[in-house]
């Protein structure tokens, strides 16, 4: 215990020290810090604060500090994140290395792959994708058809993928690939790690429904790839696939809970377009419609709460279905309620006679209908809970 | 009523089910999005559609019109409902003949729906002032100038009203805000000075407008029924509104259905098409449940309002709110099952999710015809 | 037309001659007739009424007049309907004979067999049962295993039949049985009737969660039924099942259609129990959850009324799931709703506390919960109108 | 707050779980009712529970209680809720006792407390008027008399309160119904005179009375906290009442889903257990789901009440609602998808869904927690 409070308060006074002013207010999407090679920062604070937060290893905290990070143990990792947000401290540094490859790397990389990757990603220097999905395989992942073929000390890679995040801005993609087309089709895919630096690989942006996306999709064609890019051996890659698949989800089963500080509660806007009487939301089936939401979203959050506490810092299990599927489906209801609230004044797509608010609301509206979708549709993570947390039969 | 089509109206809708699809698909729609388009919709399929009688389908013949009734008019919504077909159906055909046809001096009727019928003449209905449906919250002042009445205030969500050759505008000419009594219609020429109009681009990519009102002059003659009295007016051609636009959900509801079951037919995952997961079975199931259930409500209202039955209104309601209900779920569900491809812009699906919310939210969402039906039956 | 307004005409004044005071007054449960050999009239007047009738065929009226009906037209019969329900005359008898049994023996029947059973139900002579559900078989109906072993001139008969309604009451049994074991399940059922004088029948009275129920179980051991009562041929009783399926959902499916006239409306009792303003139901949420009821009851009133209208009196087809479907959880939500109305006095089982229409409103809430079972569960109508009216794949 | 038990606490639910599976299941309830038991639940089995020390485990230590907190008889009114146990837990182990332990005076605190701890006293709290839960619409009236007080007025829905030796009744010295202000709360022996009570026979077949109050005559000493100030004492004790049913409400939902699960693994149907159609599946997670959030809600509800939080209100407003939407979705679920057999009163899934209306009905509705939540979070 002493050496916790010993370790908080050495931390709080390197923050303090070393966190710029500009670095401690709330972060605008357009000063995210990615890394890469082509990364720009339009705040010069940025990094400053990266190469700071790295220099100690801190960008990834918890990661030995051989591979640039911080070796952190759990506890002292959550003290960092309570120090963090206590001042308002901005994350230095996001990326699909970090959330993503690291871990998987960590458990299944061999040495090699470790300290030429790691490190990289810990000081924002490469930037990560993920080219998991493809057109015809999106809940049936496993039905992927982009093919790896050895030949002498190189893979050929074939393939089209889709929905991969940033691939017009990464550096790296780490793909799933199909090693064995004889094999069943769970056993011959493989894990690969390709330099997107290749003339064979064209990346289109995917415009939705909301408007323009970070989504793309990725051609790879007649791509060599060394042969030392295979990670956790041949045909092993659907048991890493898994493992990402459940880091992913618990990633998108928060993506309703990012409070920017502008905005405005369900009910503070409902007071607003609906009218308030008494201090309440004047329609009184609107208000019941918004508690119920807010209870709902509470108890979420307090579960992720109790399963954090539960799990002490573990890895995601099955439960993390719950936390996609609830999470996502809350963050849906929450945007069809805004607009009710809105009303016309929602429908706005562009040009004068909205505020920025507005349309907003009804471009995240739109963008709310893929988190149900993406990272395993709610379908997928009803059919996991069933299975493997019910242990309902097949 | 008739919840069954006679020959003649059967005839309409396959004519009108041919038209569009042939000549206003979904990309009619996204081209027209995509070129910015002025008007926000074709000109000359306007008066295609003229030319087939939809223009003057509520025009009495003396006008020039067919006077064919609501049930024929609902069948043409909703053909272009199924095709999310860009047209001034609404603002001009049903709501600005209604309003000419039920309230209009013979001098206004005589002035205007000939014109109308022809798709000559296009109108809009400037009502709305808040971000909510709510017809006896007008601020927007007509106060007397002369031997006429001047107005000032702003309009809101004026569907075509950009491209208005004229403007039906509820002013307050007595009363305050929320007050049934007090308010009054008046023509306004869409060049009338004073007059600013301001395009809106909505997320559904159909037409909308703001309007100010600044010291507009009229003469007497502008106004359209009853000084103070245009509450009334207004009822009967809102549920008109109501159960018309009703019939273009329930065709977009129909046609995002038959859309989403022919993927789950053709769409495979995990070496099967994913229509034989029981779960989405199940939703589907229920979905055409919501279609059937919508599409009884819809005609029941239609039928009323050609037999002029007295509860025209509830009806009118009921069709709005179960129309609402049935798109909303089908556009959500339609999108959902579609998976990533549901979600891009260049798949047609979510131009059906669009389309359902901003036609909810004209002239009053569920909770509002919810409100009115639980009135309208003495609850 | 001047044909049915003769016909009008003169069953008006026929029935204004012929139908007594007594018949013309709502309907209680207990004064229902149902007919059969140990028939019983609490209301003489009823016995009178159902001999009147029977006397014109008219308690079956589109059935042929050799088989005890009144032979007339849809249109005739529809004029019949019109001018009771104006004098409020009672139905003269009820009977799974007449709905269920009767349709399929005019359809399947040998000339012995109509001959037999038609004039005796049309008269209300025989009361039927319908042997069906097994305990092993539900939702899977032909998953039934109640065998019937032709031996010399008769079948033996064995088995356990579940749900026959009234069976207690019943002389005679229509049955789905078992007559080739070895055929796939579907292909090995026959359709056979059963006179339940035979000691080898017992029936057991099954209390259901709202109290006493007109449900049996039917046990069946050893009992000799002629070769003759055969219905349709051998191994081909499913294709009969599945027309009396349709048959039956179609009645279950106005099952919340009953008015009795002492009932009050949702409404009503929202303001009696929660209170009014202005007029209105006072508690805004509650109302709104009303007017969604009554804005989907009338809806799912005006299909029925389409379907009709489409169908000019054709038989239920696939569609009929729909309205099985719908108009059972209708009727559980209206009870849902009612017992949120009523609050703690929808919470009494007997005795005192509780006026007798919140008794009741407490028990029907209770048995609602079986419209959705009884008669194929709302799984099997979704089924149904996935695979039959939607066209999706198995 | 601790969402997670510590190992003591997790030691009592196991207890719990233990004596309550042995000696108190479902069968036990339907005996009570198919043998119109007087009580309603068995004295024996209370004492039992008490010298566990749960009937004290809201008693302060100094009158002989364990002085456990909330979170601890949570544990066990979950553990119940699971067999749907019938006992003096909510009536007199949580509401009788807090109402006692946080506004008796020493004197009260000791004439009764210990005795409650040792299962020997019964109460039973005398609020309700109406058909809803409505802590201010005291109509029962308390006028001066003698030194004293002099009751009048219809008590509904007591829980216990044909059996209780004491009863807490709620009336009115001051102000009309519905003010929060002027309600007085008196300890009233269940033998007093001028006092009738009838017991009713629920659906749930638990326990409740009607209480009738002709002319009680009670002394000044009869008064339990401030006059006038009966809803500022009542507060905190009815959010342990709602926090703690919730619990029990919990136990009850997670005991019909883990049948209805079973059964969904045990039932076959065409040739292969239901519980392999993607239909029930689907709905089973989400009920899963359901129980997950109502667990953490009920757990942070617990911990607040006995941290003395400041949102503690909420919490327990949060915990009963949506124990009550995991309760109602799961039973009806469990009826349905356990098919006829479910509809059986031989089978016990029947059970869970009538307890579930009737504990959804006592100390708010979902209705009245969304209401009460939106209030408290201002808006």
Known sequence: ?394 | MALVLDSETALIRDTALDFFEKRAPVSALRKLRDDKDALGFSLPLWRQMAELGWAGFLVPEAYGGADYGCLGLGQVMEAAGRTLAASPLLATALIGASALALAGSEQQKAAHLPALARGERLLALALEEGAHHAPFAIAATARPSGGGFRLDGEKRFVLDGHVADLLIVAARTSGAPGERRGITLFLVPGDARGLTRTRTLMVDSRNAARLSLDGVELGADAVLGPVDGGADALDPVLDRARAGLAAEMLGGAAAAFERTVQYLKDRKQFGVPIGSFQALKHRAAAMFCEIELARSAVLAALSALDAKSSDTGALASLAKAKAGDAFFLISNEGVQMHGGIGMTDEHEIGFFLKRARAAEAAFGDGAFHRDRYASLMGY
Not at chain 1, 102 to 116: I, N, T
Not at chain 1, 214 to 226: A, D, G, K, L
Not at chain 1, 354 to 365: G, L, P, V
Request: proline share 5%.
């Open chain 1, 1 to 394: 215990m002493a050496e916790l409070d010993a370790f908080r308060a050495e931390t709080r006074a390197w923050l303090e020290a070393n966190c710029p002013p500009s670095m401690r207010t709330p972060m605008p999407d357009d000063e995210i810090v990615w890394g890469g090679r082509r990364a720009r920062f339009k705040n010069p604070d940025s990094k400053l604060w990266l190469e700071r937060m790295a220099a100690r290893g801190w960008t990834v905290p918890t990661w030995p500090k051989r591979y640039g990070g911080g070796g952190l143990a759990p506890e002292e990792a959550r003290i960092l994140e309570e120090e963090m947000r206590r001042l308002n401290c901005r994350s230095p540094l996001q990326s699909f290395g970090i959330w993503m490859l690291g871990p998987v790397l960590l458990e299944y990389g061999s040495e090699a792959q470790k300290a030429a990757h790691l490190p990289a990603i810990a000081r924002g220097e490469i930037r990560w994708c993920q080219g998991y999905s493809e057109p015809e395989a999106g809940s049936d992942l496993a039905g992927l058809r982009t093919r790896a073929v050895p030949q002498g000390e190189h893979f050929l890679v074939n393939g089209h993928k889709i929905w991969t995040s940033y691939a017009d801005l990464a550096d790296w993609i780490f793909c799933l690939v199909r090693t064995d087309p004889l094999a069943k089709k769970h056993e011959g895919i493989s894990f690969l790690l390709i330099d997107m630096d290749d003339p064979g690989i064209r990346t289109r942006p995917i415009r939705l429904i909301s408007g323009a996306s970070p989504f793309c999709e990725t051609f790879i064609e007649n791509v060599r790839v060394p042969l030392d890019n295979l990670v956790g051996g041949l045909n092993n890659g659907w048991t890493i696939a898994k493992k990402l698949l459940e880091h992913e989800r618990k990633m998108i089963a928060s993506i309703g809970e990012r409070q920017r500080g502008a905005e405005r509660s369900l009910a503070q806007l409902a007071k607003t377009y609906c009218g308030a009487r008494d201090g309440k939301v004047a329609d009184a089936v609107l208000r019941d419609q918004i508690a119920r939401h807010e209870i709902d979203q509470r108890a979420f959050r307090l579960t992720q709460r109790r399963a954090a506490e539960e799990a002490k810092g573990g890895a995601p299990g099955p439960a993390s279905a719950m936390f996609k599927y609830y999470g996502t489906e809350l963050n849906k209801r929450k945007f069809e309620l805004l607009l009710q609230c809105l009303g016309t004044q929602a429908l706005g797509w562009e040009g004068d006679g909205f505020a920025a608010e507005e349309k907003r609301i009804t471009r995240e509206w739109l963008r709310s209908k893929a988190n149900s979708i993406e990272g395993g549709t709610s379908e997928i993570q009803l059919n996991v809970i069933a299975k493997r947390v019910l242990g309902l039969p097949d």
